[in-house]
């Protein structure tokens, strides 16, 4: 059964730092998402990696993929009141069909501090 | 382009009811996927759909079931609730899953379902 783990949980950062979101994977996948989520709303899509060591930037968020790993990152630069969400990593297992079964990572809830 | 849309946004139902939720996916999307978001479970897979056949599902009880339309519209339907079926449901369509492909999975606003 693939597990994902992101870590930490929760995270409070003040304005201008620096910082990381880690996601762990238990299963061998190539196909790695991250999501942003806003209080009581849908998912949006930040980042879709489909190989290893993919590297995706936008904006202040720079997120990358190490397939050997099983492991990706989601960087902050200089974060900004406007990052404050809940962050999702997403794996899926290649199957017969695609990606239509993503199994989530718990979430983790960002907070910036002014 | 019209994005997913979700009927109802908001529902509350008593124990014991039951309930259909609906999602219409993105015009040319044949692919949709449900999930549920619980505080205590976080994100999970319920079911996916691709022309009005299930092809994947996730780790629920029989209560929880869905179709899916010939134009790609898709519903579920969870019977005899329960206190903990109290979640946000989402749906995602993609355009069309093909083995090793990559289809991108796009959400929609989700219903809040009340369980009292």
């Known amino acids: 059964e693939l597990k994902v783990e992101q870590n930490p949980l929760f995270l409070s950062m003040q304005e201008g730092k620096n910082y990381t979101i880690y996601c762990n994977y238990s299963?061998?996948?190539?196909?790695l998402y991250w999501y942003r989520q806003d209080p009581g709303k849908s998912l949006e899509s930040l980042f879709v990696?489909?190989?290893?060591?993919a590297v995706k930037q936008e904006g202040r968020l720079m997120a990358s993929l190490d397939t050997k790993a099983r492991l990706s990152t989601l960087h902050i630069t200089a974060a900004v009141h406007d990052l404050s969400a809940t962050y999702f990593c997403?794996?899926?297992?290649?199957?017969?069909?695609?990606?239509?079964?993503?199994?989530f990572g718990t979430g983790t809830r960002l907070t910036i501090i002014p | 382009k019209a994005g997913v849309t979700q009927t109802p946004r908001y529902l509350i139902k008593t124990r014991g009811q039951q309930v259909t939720l609906s999602c219409s996916p993105i015009?040319?999307?044949?692919?949709v996927s449900w999930y549920q978001q619980t505080p205590g479970q976080g994100l999970q897979f319920l079911f996916e759909?691709?022309?009005?056949?299930?092809?994947n599902k996730g780790n629920f009880p029989g209560r929880f079931s869905g179709r899916q339309f010939s134009n790609s519209r898709s519903e579920m339907n969870v019977s005899t609730l329960e206190l903990g079926d109290s979640a946000l449901y989402l749906c995602?369509?993609?355009?069309?899953?093909?083995?090793?492909?990559?289809?991108?999975?796009?959400f929609g606003p989700g219903t809040r379902l009340t369980v009292l």
């Open positions: 990696l489909l190989s290893n060591g």
């Open positions: 759909y691709f022309s009005e056949t299930q092809r």
């Open positions: 997403a794996v899926d297992i290649a199957s017969n069909f695609g990606n239509e079964k993503l199994t």
């Open positions: 299963t061998t996948s190539d196909r």
């Open positions: 995602a369509s993609s355009f069309m899953g093909s083995r090793g492909v990559y289809n991108e999975q796009f």
């Open positions: 015009s040319g999307h044949r692919s």
